[in-house]
């Protein structure tokens, strides 16, 4: 089928290209916006968790929301009490705001709204339940935009702003990083062939767009796949255009500008492209077995792009080589003696195997020794630009006001007609007993069956005291429907989702990744073993993320705020991706020593002939991917930067260590044993037929005859 759709456009390449620029007008007008169509808030706490019904039953019940999710930090330097009527009056503004439904101000049944020093005091708002909070949040904050004296924040706003500043990062990225690929894809492509990765890059985002506008109509996306889709789009687009060209050249020097350089480069290197594509899809797909919305929205995304960027460069690239064919011969003294290089360097690491790859390990593991001691946080204030209205308030809080060493955790009760009227007053009373309780309110009834009680515990919702009293509370032995909210209880749930989702998820990424590896190689030897190295890989990323973010290093020029930990969706993300793409380059590699062997070269002499005829173009291919993931690395919002950090790490890790040292040790260690398997196995990957050739069909040879 391949070849049969490779014919066809190579023989018509203008029409080739018009087809795909009538595709990319119509991805540009249907998915074009599909960015401000995405979900800019929440997705990190499992739907159907205890924290997140009971948010729902409180807003059934009242018909806002729980707790006030707009926080005005108002000046008041003669005092709250001399400031009186400036915060009436700035209450009574926000009160006017539709969608707000509870405006509470400082009186002398909330002292915890004004400062400690009282030069400042809080007004806090509460929003209906089923209002459009982008709305609401961006008009409160044009509202008060004039007000020198009024800073907006709270989650309401935070979130708004937040999901805001993903655009502002996604230019600036773009600015960054689009330059340099550009000076690298001249430099690395070479004359003319450096504007078909542009083609093939433009393609991949907006065909991917296109996609995600059509799932996000029956799932609801997190606008943060975004950044994953620009940065792993414009990386896989490049990659496997730049595998295509290098393997078309080679082409062009033993055959020239005949049909047959084509047919050979799609029957080997677009083979091996289909499999490459099929590692990062299978690897990344693996996040939506997490029930987060926001690892879902990842992997969806992930997988997506992965397979929309090999589409669009098996049809791109094929129509550039029948249109300019031996235009794109590239005659360089330079990079023959490159290749010498690369061809020398497998062989002697195959004279010393155990010793390099002994080596090589070790370092790698001392790498990913940081990643063991790695703890958790959620998502706080520390991730808002710290130029952001909401960020302000949040630190203000945090500084100046009593409450700060506290988190507040909300429990929502709903009564059967058979429990006794006095069990919720019970039930508080046993609450308030809890070690680590430092303050409970009345329970208060919302509707005929729902109670609400407001509890404050010690210490912040990452730490081992608050998130021991919600489990503490959830403990309780009581007939009553009890659910826990906040943040304690957010982070409770999302880490016991993780933790129970898990091992299938690993279960299906290594299960996945070995039979994609076994339909290419045939061998049960070589998956296991691409399996061991993408562990070294992941962990030598995860440990260098760990050791940054968690530790609080490079802080000036990462312009980040550390809070102790690591978020852990995160590292689910990132190990993800490096994992994907570790196998990615894998394939690469792997693609050209099987090609070599089954030609018949020996055994060290395919690896040598493999690393080869690859060797600067992996390396070429991870700077590339680098500058276009690790543009991530720029944002303002630092759990995207861990993303962009510990993946740019991780790629180059891939292809300067594993692929230049670790591969060639271990497969001249193993030699033959590298492409055991069992019998019955070697005789069904025969007849699966998925062996990748070298050879030229007759057929196959005149494409272009009519």
């Known amino acids: 089928m391949l070849i049969s759709v490779v014919r066809i456009i190579a023989t018509y390449p203008r029409r080739a290209f018009v087809a795909v620029l009538l595709f ?3 991805a540009a007008a249907l998915g074009g916006s599909v960015a401000g169509a995405l979900e800019p808030e929440g997705g990190f706490i499992p739907r159907g968790a205890d924290s997140t019904v009971a948010i729902e039953r409180i807003e059934d019940a009242t018909g806002r929301a729980p707790s006030a999710g707009i926080i005005l930090l108002v000046e008041t330097p003669g005092g709250a009490d001399a400031a009186s009527d400036r915060l009436e009056q700035v209450a009574a503004d926000l009160a006017d705001e539709a969608g707000v439904v509870d405006v509470s101000f400082p009186s002398n049944d909330s002292p915890d709204l004004v400062a400690e020093d009282g030069t400042s005091a809080l007004v806090t708002g509460t929003v209906e339940a089923d209002v459009d909070r982008d709305a609401v949040a961006e008009a409160i904050v044009h509202r008060f935009e004039a007000a020198d004296d009024v800073t907006v924040g709270g989650q309401l706003i935070s979130n708004f702003q937040i999901g805001d500043t993903v655009g502002e990062d996604l230019a600036r990225a773009e600015t960054l990083a ?6 690298l894809s001249l430099l690395f492509f070479g004359g003319r062939a450096a504007l078909m990765p542009l083609v093939v890059g433009v393609t991949t985002v907006l065909g991917t767009f ?10 609801g996306l997190s606008i943060f796949a975004i950044n994953l889709v620009i940065g792993l789009g414009l990386g896989l687009a490049i990659d496997y255009t730049l595998f295509l060209v290098t393997r078309y050249r080679e082409e062009l020097e033993r055959q020239g500008p005949v049909p047959g350089a084509i047919a050979v480069t799609m029957r080997t290197a677009g083979r091996t492209v289909v499999f490459s594509a099929a590692t990062v899809a299978v690897a990344l797909i693996t996040l939506t077995v997490f029930p987060l919305e926001f690892l879902k929205s990842m992997g969806i995304a992930g997988a997506i792009v992965a397979i929309v960027a090999a589409a669009a460069s098996l049809v791109i690239a094929p129509a550039f080589f029948g249109l300019w064919g031996a235009k794109l011969t590239r005659r360089s003294a ?10 020398r360097l497998s062989h002697a690491v195959m004279r010393r195997p155990g010793a390099v790859a002994a080596i090589t390990a070790v370092v790698m593991m001392a790498l990913a020794l940081p990643a063991l001691r790695a703890s958790w946080s959620p998502i706080d204030s520390s991730v808002i630009p710290v130029d952001k209205s909401s960020r302000t308030v949040a630190d203000t809080i945090q500084s100046d006001f009593t409450s700060s060493g506290n988190t507040p955790v909300t429990i929502a009760i709903q009564m059967d007609s058979g429990d006794p009227a006095d069990a919720v007053q019970a039930y508080a009373d046993e609450v308030s007993r809890i070690e680590g309780v430092t303050g409970i309110a ?3 009834e919302l509707d005929g069956r729902t109670w609400q009680i407001d509890v404050t515990a010690d210490g912040a919702p990452a730490g081992d005291g608050a998130q021991r009293l919600v489990s503490e509370i959830r403990d309780i032995d009581t007939t009553l429907d009890v659910k826990v909210t906040g943040a304690a209880a957010g982070f409770v749930d999302q880490q016991d989702a993780i933790a129970s989702s898990l091992p299938a998820a690993l279960l299906l990424l290594v299960g996945l990744t070995l039979l994609v590896l076994w339909l290419m190689t045939g061998s049960v030897v070589l998956p296991v073993k691409a399996v061991f190295m993408n562990v070294l890989t992941v962990g030598s990323a995860l440990g260098i993320l760990t050791f940054i973010y968690q530790d609080g290093r490079l802080t000036g020029l990462l312009d980040y705020t550390p809070n102790g930990g690591i978020e852990p969706t995160d590292f689910l993300v990132a190990a993800a991706l490096v994992f994907a793409l ?9 693609g050209r020593i099987k090609e070599a062997r089954d030609a018949g070269a020996g055994e060290r002499e395919s690896v040598a002939a493999g690393l080869q005829s690859t060797g600067s173009v992996v390396t070429a291919a991870a700077i590339l991917m680098a500058v276009a993931i690790g543009a991530f690395s720029t944002s303002s919002i630092s759990f995207i930067q861990q993303i962009g950090v510990a993946t740019a790490a991780g790629v180059l890790i891939d292809a300067f260590v594993v692929r230049s ?3 060639p040790a271990l497969m001249g260690l193993l030699g033959k044993w590298n492409w055991w398997a069992p019998m019955s196995l070697r005789r069904l990957h025969d007849r699966v037929g998925l ?4 050879v030229a069909e007759p057929d196959l040879v005149d494409v272009r005859t009519p």
């Open 24 to 26: 990319v007008v119509a």
């Open 691 to 694: 062996q990748e050739g070298g």
């Open 210 to 219: 296109l996609a995600l506008a059509g799932v996000n109509q029956v799932y």
């Open 582 to 590: 570790s196998t990615d380059y894998g394939v690469f590699l792997l």
């Open 442 to 444: 009345p329970p208060a």
């Open 178 to 183: 689009l330059p340099i690929l550009v000076v």
């Open 661 to 663: 040292l670790l591969v």
């Open 334 to 343: 330079a990079r023959s003696t490159e290749t010498r290089r690369w061809y």
